[in-house]
């Protein structure tokens, strides 16, 4: 049997709902990897490889990509760049070959999620290694302060869908998480513009932390790693309290 059609495959495993959601979808997904991905999707839907099998590679990725920053130099900082990157392809193929397969579990969304929080938390702990250069000190600290920052960003998201199960509550759409406060509103459409949030995800991250390690090279030290960390540690601490107000200031918990 030849592999399926690509117009039959995004029908199926690239659902409009999913693909339009404002939170459900990554910009490097729209921009680029979603065009990969169902070229990827396509041949492993005749394999029998499972989306938990895929998502278990997508894990092993990200953690690698925090893993790869441990290697000095620009080296490092590439491979955890193309870590990182496939950590977002299987990401999206995973998903894709479930919903084709018909094969989507509570263990693979369970998975999922937690190999987000891995991948992102190891990024930022590597990067505090490398900023350490010996592996100790105040920068690792940093690093690992900033990985908690992260998880803490992740786990007050995903915190709303367990308060809401456990009230009986179906998921909240994209107009619950409007804030009622006209106040908050206008002080979230503002960093919105500005979109700074999105270095504390692991795909920014990455991209900061390679460009850094340019700089690292040019001028023969770990000043601009340092910097970059640094940046990254004190975005990750303002938005987790402002991203805790925006979700108690939203309709997401009622």
Not at 16 to 29: C, L, P, Y
Not at 71 to 83: K, N, S
Not at 198 to 222: K, P
Request: hydrophobic share 50%; charged share 20%; glycine share 10%.
């Amino acid at each position: 049997m030849g592999a399926p059609v690509l117009e039959e495959l995004r029908e199926v495993c690239q659902p409009r709902a999913k693909m339009e959601s404002r939170n459900g979808e990554h910009w490097a997904g729209r921009l680029y990897m979603r065009r990969i991905s169902l070229r990827t999707t396509r041949h492993l839907v005749r394999t029998p490889v499972t989306p938990d099998q895929l998502t278990w590679t997508m894990v092993v990725c990200g953690v690698a990509s925090g893993a790869a920053l441990m290697i000095p130099g620009l080296t490092g900082a590439v491979l955890a760049v193309v870590l990182m990157q496939l950590f977002l392809l299987f990401d999206c193929v995973d998903g894709e070959v479930a919903r084709w397969k018909g094969q989507n579990s509570a263990a693979g969304i369970y998975v999922d999620r937690l190999g987000a929080y891995l991948a992102d938390a190891a990024l930022m702990a590597g990067a505090g290694y490398r900023a350490a250069e010996s592996g100790a000190g105040g920068w690792l600290s940093a690093g690992i302060a900033t990985a908690l920052g992260v998880v803490l960003l992740k786990a007050s998201t995903d915190l709303v869908d367990v308060a809401r199960a456990r009230r009986g509550l179906t998921v909240a759409d994209d107009e619950s998480t409007r804030p009622r406060s006209e106040g908050v509103a206008t002080v979230r459409r503002i960093a919105a513009a500005f979109r700074i949030h999105r270095v504390t995800n692991g795909i920014e991250a990455s991209l900061v932390l390679l460009v850094a390690a340019v700089a690292d090279t040019v001028t023969g030290g770990v000043e601009p790693t340092r910097w970059a960390l640094g940046a990254l540690a004190v975005i990750t601490w303002v938005m987790v309290p402002a991203h805790l107000l925006s979700i108690l200031s939203s309709s997401r918990l009622r």
